[in-house]
């Protein structure tokens, strides 16, 4: 099989929402970057909202440039931006389960 024939298979992730995701798996030509797998999922008419622009993407949990080089089985990523620090989201938490101290 010649190199131009080759093609690889990845999945596109992306949570709209705590809880929600939306995964496709694409078939893409072998060399083709993390950019052209977003663009073939469909994510950005299925989701309006959805700013690729501005959107970090990654791959397996990594954050990753856009011309990054995709392999076979990669987990492409599309990440929203945070509302809340995750450091004060914890506080937050915290605070709920442990009852106020009397003084």
């Given at each position: 099989?010649?190199?131009?024939?080759?093609?690889?298979?990845?999945?596109?992730?992306?949570?709209?929402?705590?809880?929600?995701?939306?995964e496709?798996?694409?078939?893409l030509?072998?060399?083709a970057?993390?950019?052209e797998?977003?663009?073939?999922?469909?994510?950005?008419?299925?989701?309006?909202?959805?700013?690729?622009?501005?959107?970090?993407?990654?791959?397996?949990?990594?954050?990753?440039?856009?011309?990054?080089?995709?392999?076979?089985?990669?987990r492409?990523e599309?990440?929203?931006?945070?509302?809340?620090?995750p450091?004060e989201?914890?506080?937050?938490?915290?605070?709920?389960?442990?009852?106020?101290?009397?003084?």
């Amino acid at each position: 099989m010649a190199s131009a024939e080759r093609s690889i298979r990845v999945s596109v992730a992306y949570s709209p929402r705590a809880g929600e995701v939306d995964e496709v798996l694409v078939d893409l030509p072998a060399g083709a970057t993390l950019i052209e797998a977003v663009r073939a999922s469909g994510m950005a008419q299925r989701h309006p909202t959805l700013d690729l622009a501005g959107a970090r993407l990654g791959v397996w949990g990594r954050v990753e440039t856009a011309s990054h080089p995709l392999r076979e089985r990669d987990r492409v990523e599309i990440y929203r931006p945070l509302l809340v620090d995750p450091k004060e989201a914890r506080r937050q938490r915290f605070r709920k389960t442990v009852p106020a101290r009397r003084r």
